[in-house]
Nanobody
Framework: QVQLVESGGGLVQPGGSLRLSCAASEFTVSRYAMAWYRQAPGKERELVAGISIIGGGRDYADSVKGRFTISRDDAKNSVYLQMNNLKPEDTAVYYC????????????WGQGTQVTVSS
């Protein structure tokens, strides 16, 4: 069964750090563009960071530039999101996303992991 499983969420104080992990099963992430999205209560899901398959090019939402880093380890079939200097406005459910870049362009989502930034 195709799965994306996130882990690493939790409660952290403002200014703290967390590292989210996303492990894939039953497909190979090296053939997919990978991304992290988040959704806060009452808000739409938004793209936080993405990483391509060729050259590992990265894109970030303006709100997280300089604080978050997305990376991938194709050997471990995983993708990561290092989050530093966390702010209360980063509180959300974070979702891992995989988008196949060739036909049939499959798209997969993880179940989400909660990140809460609060003192």
């Amino acid at each position: 069964q195709v799965q994306l499983v996130e882990s690493g969420g939790g409660l952290v104080q403002p200014g703290g750090s967390l590292r989210l992990s996303c492990a894939a099963s039953e497909f190979t992430v090296s053939r997919y563009a990978m991304a992290w999205y988040r959704q806060a209560p009452g808000k739409e899901r938004e793209l936080v960071a993405g990483i391509s398959i060729i050259g590992g090019g990265r894109d970030y939402a303006d709100s997280v530039k300089g604080r978050f880093t997305i990376s991938r380890d194709d050997a471990k079939n995983s993708v990561y999101l290092q989050m530093n200097n966390l702010k209360p406005e980063d509180t959300a459910v974070y979702y891992c996303n995989a988008r196949q870049v060739l036909i049939p362009f499959h798209v997969y989502w993880g179940q989400g992991t909660q990140v809460t930034v609060s003192s």
